[in-house]
T-cell receptor, first 113, second 112 residues
């Protein structure tokens, strides 16, 4: 299995631009999680989906952030408009109900200038 | 106060040393305890998983959970330079999603 796939791996953009991060979970996994990692705040859960349905988005910092999962093999995290404080590494993780924990992708390193 | 507290280090040890990494937590609902290893510029990867209290051993790694003290530990025996990474403890309750709450991570360097 290829594991969780994320794209792009790196993104540099200017303040005010729209940013879209993409994730392909491991086939057969029914939970998908989006995290943000910074030096100051560590690894924070932003939102998670179960069977493509958003269950808990309480970690999404602002309305500028939105996430979708149109099908079982694809999810997006969008930031519009982006701000410098959004600079972080964004991870996607997936899990199957029969497994005890989550498997992480390689992350997208976002820099907003 | 954070739900999970972890000493960020950095921790530097000579090759062959025994390493002890620890986390404390405040939420008594946590039942699943994990250690993730994260190499520089990579995603976290699961290293050890333990349910409830007790010990679990896997090669050079031993995970311990003391629920009465709300304290978990990871021991690395005969540490190697390849063990140099950030180690994150993570915990979850019994909900079906098993949402993880992470510690801040301990940066470990094993010197050859």
């Amino acid at each position: 299995d290829a594991g969780v796939i994320q794209s792009p791996r790196h993104e540099v953009t200017e303040m005010g631009q729209e940013v879209t991060l993409r994730c392909k979970p491991i086939s057969g996994h029914d939970y998908l999680f989006w995290y943000r990692q910074t030096m100051m705040r560590g690894l924070e859960l932003l939102i998670y989906f179960n069977n493509n349905v958003p269950i808990d988005d309480s970690g999404m910092p602002e309305d500028r952030f939105s996430a979708k999962m149109p099908n079982a093999s694809f999810s997006t995290l969008k930031i519009q408009p982006s701000e410098p404080r959004d600079s972080a590494v964004y991870f996607c993780a997936s899990r199957n109900r029969g497994l005890e924990t989550q498997y992480f992708g390689p992350g997208t390193r976002l820099l907003v200038l | 106060q954070k739900e999970v507290e972890q000493d960020p280090g950095p921790l530097s040890v000579p090759e062959g040393a025994i390493v002890s990494l620890n986390c404390t937590y405040s939420n008594s609902a946590f039942q699943y305890f994990m250690w993730y290893r994260q190499y520089s510029r990579k995603g976290p990867e699961l290293l050890m998983y333990t349910y409830s209290s007790g010990n679990k051993e896997d090669g050079r790694f031993t995970a311990q959970v003391d629920k009465s003290s709300k304290y978990i530990s990871l021991f690395i025996r005969d540490s190697q330079p390849s063990d140099s990474a950030t180690y994150l403890c993570a915990m979850s309750g019994s909900g079906s999603a098993r949402q993880l709450t992470f510690g801040s991570g301990t940066q470990l360097t094993v010197l050859p």
